[in-house]
């Protein structure tokens, strides 16, 4: 289990996710940010929910910018490696026809290319969102929706990647959901808003109504009387979880003991010193049987 992150690191995190959806690159996010890139990458690699937001963010800087490039019929090349996610026209691709057979052919103006497939999956993978990761990838779904009809190996790439992303946002919300996630605490690295104008019987009333809670005395919900319950339910309620709770540290224990028995150590008592069970020799026992010669 990864080491949680600190309030400070958190929020580095949050500025760097805004950076990278408005740059789309982790490289210039983490310059402007003041990060180096091997930590940001360690981040990734150690929480699930960051690495998912960053891909996240990714996702939608690529349907953002490729939305202001849509007019354009052939889109500029991707990161300098001449591929792009439409065909300009004219390239060679190999299409099935409907007997089955391959055939090479031009390509039309404007269609899908491989590496559009590439972009939905990766999105799709990260997102586990098929509209947004179409977005990501420069077309629409029915675009994707269509070839994934058409081809049965597209369709099972979909499958995994909708699988991995599933995965990604469950972990992702298992880990955001620890109170060490610093998911909810920006307000307070905030100046504090000015307080209303208010009586000294209001003070006093909101102090009263809030001290508990405030001083972390408050009684927890799961223990409070529930709308509707009489004393006696309440009161047999605690007394069933009390039981519970009890139940489930015997349990433990016993657990615990056979793990001690098994490995060959001698059995702790209720203090945490070991005990001894101090049996006599069974053998010079007596009374015990009714077969003897001297009972009835």
């Keep these: 289990m990864a080491k949680p992150l600190t309030r400070a690191q958190a929020l580095q995190n949050r500025a760097f996710l805004k950076a990278l959806g408005r740059t789309g690159n982790l490289r210039l996010a983490c310059r402007e940010v003041g990060l180096k890139y091997g930590t940001i990458q360690h981040r990734r690699r150690s929480h699930p929910a960051f690495a998912l937001r960053c891909e996240a963010a990714l996702a939608s800087a690529q349907a953002r910018l490729s939305r202001g490039r849509r007019l354009s019929p052939t889109p500029p090349p991707r990161g300098g490696e001449g591929l792009s996610l439409r065909t300009a026209g004219g390239e060679p691709v190999l299409v099935r026809l409907a007997s089955g057979k391959l055939q090479m052919r031009r390509a039309q103006p404007g269609r899908l290319t491989r590496q559009a497939e590439q972009a939905f999956l990766a999105a799709l993978s990260a997102t586990c969102n098929m509209s947004l990761a179409a977005a990501a990838a420069g077309s629409c779904f029915n675009a994707f929706n269509r070839r994934r009809k058409k081809d049965a190996a597209f369709a099972r790439e979909v499958r995994l990647a909708l699988s991995q992303g599933y995965d990604a946002l469950e972990w992702a919300l298992i880990e955001s959901a620890s109170p060490a996630s610093h998911e ?113």
């Design 184 to 296: 909810h605490d920006d307000w307070r690295h905030n100046d504090p808003p000015a307080m209303p104008p208010m009586s000294v019987s209001q003070a006093l009333q909101l102090m009263s109504l809030h001290q508990k809670e405030a001083r972390l005395l408050g009684e927890p919900d799961w223990l409070k009387r529930r709308r509707g319950e009489s004393r006696e339910a309440h009161s047999e309620r605690l007394a069933a979880m009390a039981e519970e709770r009890e139940r489930r540290a015997r349990e433990a224990f016993e657990i615990a003991e056979a793990g001690r028995r098994e490995r060959g150590e001698p059995a702790w008592g209720p203090a945490g010193e070991a005990v001894r069970l101090g049996l006599p020799d069974l053998a010079q026992v007596t009374g015990w049987s009714r077969a003897s010669s001297g009972s009835r």
